[in-house]
């Protein structure tokens, strides 16, 4: 209990100095630092690319349509989203405006490597099981370099940080694939690719 109890206060004080975090320019124009979220003893973390136009508003991660997705994908693969801390690999929110629109734009490595402390902290914090990257930008800070999705995906890898991991697509891809037979086989790949997350799992941060 004591241990659960400082791990809770290592992620509280990495969220309360990751709000003033200046390492990189995109804190100037996002509305605020969105930390990562979860149980402080989370067996499985996942980590996006970066905050989208809703969790920037919001100040929480994965609460727009990609993180409706992968609710929905956690639950099909047996994943109680509840036990998980999710994260993003940058934690400020990279966009160009259009208008009254803001329009998302890909961090680049220099900015990816400016937020890895706090990923990294997060990880030192929690030591969980499992690192699941979602996406490229989250695939090159947890690996640690550049990964190409195809060539690792659904497979657990070991990691230079000494946790093990597991690539997969972001879940904002699925929303973007055009037509509904392509979208629902991408949904049932990447479920599948949970459920090997899953099954690496104890069996206490699996669905009932």
Known sequence: MKASL???????????????CRACPLWRN???????????????????EQPGDKEDLAGKP????AGRILDRAL?????RREKTYVTNAVKHFKFVPRGKIRIHQK????????????YEGELDAIKPSLVVALGATAAQSVMGKITTIGKVRGK???TNDGVKALVTVHPSYLLRVPDEASKR???????????????????AARAA
């Open 62 to 65: 994965f609460v727009g349509p």
């Open 185 to 203: 086989r991408e949904y049932r790949r990447f479920v599948d690719d949970l459920k090997v997350a899953a099954a690496s799992l104890p069996k």
């Open 156 to 158: 657990i890898l070991d």
């Open 107 to 118: 961090p680049v490595t220099p900015e990816i490597r400016a937020c890895r402390q706090w």
């Open 6 to 20: 400082r791990t809770g206060t290592k992620l509280h004080e990495l969220r309360r100095e990751a709000e003033d």
């Open 30 to 48: 996002a509305t605020q630092t969105v930390f990562g979220e979860g149980p402080a003893s989370a067996e499985i973390m996942f980590v996006g």
């Open 75 to 79: 639950k099909d693969a047996g994943i």
